[in-house]
Structure formats: C-alpha cells, structure tokens
C-alpha cells in the first residue's frame, strides 16, 4: 500500500484499488485500463454489488435446497416411506419451499414492481401534480 498526496493506492497480486480526489480506479494490478469511477459510481457499484449478491446466495441456497431434499427423499424411500400419509421429505420440501419461493421473489420480482425506479417515476409524478403540470 502506498498513500500519494491525493490518495491512497494498493497493489496486490490480483487487482490494484485506488481512492482519493481523482476518484476512484480498480483493475488488474498491470493494466492501464482500469476501471475509473467517480464518486457517485462507487455507490452505484456497492448497491449493484449488493444486488448480485443477493441472487447468488439465492443461487447456493437453491442448490442446496435441491441436493438436501433429494438426500432425505433417499433416506425416507430407504426406510419404508410413511405407510400411509405424507412424508416427512415432503413437509420439509414444501416449507422450506415456501421459504426459498419467498426469497425469490424478494430477489428478483420485487425490485421490477416496487424498487428504487418505481420510487422514483412515483416521486416526479406526485412533484408535477403538485406543481399543476
């Protein structure tokens, strides 16, 4: 890590990061295409990052999700099933289903119908009836 007058700059082996008046340049630490980003753009990126986070740990909870269900639907046809009535495999599928369906849809349909865009059309419109045009 090195601080210049205007800011701070740190090389690793993987990516160079630095922050000061100029804004903002991350890249490959031997490329001069980095990528600039002023201010502003920096918390653009750390809420994109945090929406691409989201959905990928819905991903992982997807897959497990899939592999563990599929692994007590083993051991409950292993062991005799339930006789006559459902399964246990399967009330766990179905609640943790129910859970997994709500993380999707908080993930991935909610911000098209009420997200930071919708906030903001919904905020100029009531600013221009206000004002009467």
């Known amino acids: 890590m090195s601080?210049?007058?205007?800011?701070?700059?740190?090389d690793l082996p993987f990516i160079?990061?630095?922050?000061?008046r100029r804004g903002v340049h991350i890249g490959p630490p031997d490329d001069d295409g980095?990528?600039?980003m002023d201010m502003d753009d920096v918390a653009e990126y750390r809420?994109?990052?945090?929406?691409?986070?989201?959905?990928?740990?819905?991903v992982r909870h997807l897959f497990i999700y899939l592999a563990l269900n599929g692994f007590f639907?083993?051991?409950d046809w292993q062991t005799g099933g339930p006789g006559n009535g459902i399964s246990w495999s399967i009330w766990v599928a179905?609640?943790?289903g129910a859970f997994l369906a709500w993380e999707f849809v908080s993930n991935f349909v909610a911000p098209y119908l009420w997200g930071r865009d919708i906030e903001e059309r919904l905020i100029q419109r009531e600013l221009r009836r206000r004002r009467g045009g």
């Open 3 to 10: 601080r210049h007058d205007d800011g701070v700059e740190i």
């Open 16 to 20: 160079r990061f630095y922050a000061g």
């Open 34 to 36: 980095v990528i600039d």
């Open 47 to 58: 809420h994109v990052r945090q929406i691409v986070r989201r959905r990928l740990r819905f």
């Open 73 to 75: 639907v083993l051991i």
């Open 94 to 96: 179905v609640i943790w």
